[in-house]
Structures are given as structure tokens and as C-alpha cells.
Nanobody, 128 residues
Framework: QVQLVESGGGSVQAGGSLRLSCVAS????????MGWFRQAPGKQREGVARINSDGFAIYADAVKGRFTNSKDSAKNTLYLDMNSLKPEDTAVYYC??????????????????????WGQGTRVTVSS
């Protein structure tokens, strides 16, 4: 089991930037698929990025070119750098994980139901 804690959310104006962090603890010795998701008020949760166990990230079209994932393995921390933020990026952002399947790809970014471990979320508000 792994525990995830997000931080770094806040309020910014359109065009601004934020960096979200996701710190993992617990059984971090296994290989995990990681994901960033968000949920805006009144909307369903949607995928932002999927990171496989080798660190390769795939981004949702809505954030491609603006958001970048990175990781610091020594700190068990995942980062999401969000640039050129838009009001429509306003949401609670979640970090999620699931044990990497053997000989199969990680869940897609549009498959949040396949991620078993979730953080508590961090709120991002972008004003126009």
C-alpha cells in the first residue's frame, strides 16, 4: 500500500504557473503507474497525465504543451509543473497510483477507476 499527499495548489491569474507536488510513502519499493487527475466543480473527474513506471508521461490534450510531469525518485515525489494556466484549469487536482501490471501497459489517462491509491487533492483556482 502507498499513501499519497499532494501540495502546491493555490490561486493564480490566467497565464500564471504553479507546481504541484505528490509525495509517496509506505510501500514505495514496488513499481507503480502514476497519474494526475482533476475535478472541477460540477464535473466528472478527468485525467491530466499518466506516468508509467519508467517515468514516461502522456498528457491529456487539454493540457498538452502546458503541463509537464517530473519526478525525484530519491524523495519519492512527483511534480506537475503547470504553465500558461487558464480559468478552465480550475479544479481540485489529485495524484493517484496503482501497482504497475506485469507485461501490460499502465491504465490510460481516461481510466481513473483503475488507479487504487489517491491523495486528498489540492485546489487550483485560476482567475481571468
Amino acid at each position: 500500500q502507498v499513501q499519497l499527499v499532494e501540495s502546491g495548489g493555490g490561486s493564480v491569474q490566467a497565464g500564471g504557473s504553479l507546481r504541484l507536488s505528490c509525495v509517496a510513502s509506505g510501500n514505495t519499493n514496488r513499481r507503480y503507474c502514476m497519474g494526475w487527475f482533476r475535478q472541477a466543480p460540477g464535473k466528472q473527474r478527468e485525467g491530466v497525465a499518466r506516468i508509467n513506471s519508467d517515468g514516461f508521461a502522456i498528457y491529456a490534450d487539454a493540457v498538452k504543451g502546458r503541463f509537464t510531469n517530473s519526478k525525484d525518485s530519491a524523495k519519492n515525489t512527483l511534480y506537475l509543473d503547470m504553465n500558461s494556466l487558464k480559468p478552465e484549469d480550475t479544479a481540485v487536482y489529485y495524484c493517484a497510483a496503482t501497482v504497475a501490471p506485469v507485461a501490460r501497459p499502465c491504465p490510460r489517462v481516461d481510466q481513473p477507476e483503475r488507479f487504487n491509491y489517491w491523495g486528498q487533492g489540492t485546489r487550483v483556482t485560476v482567475s481571468s
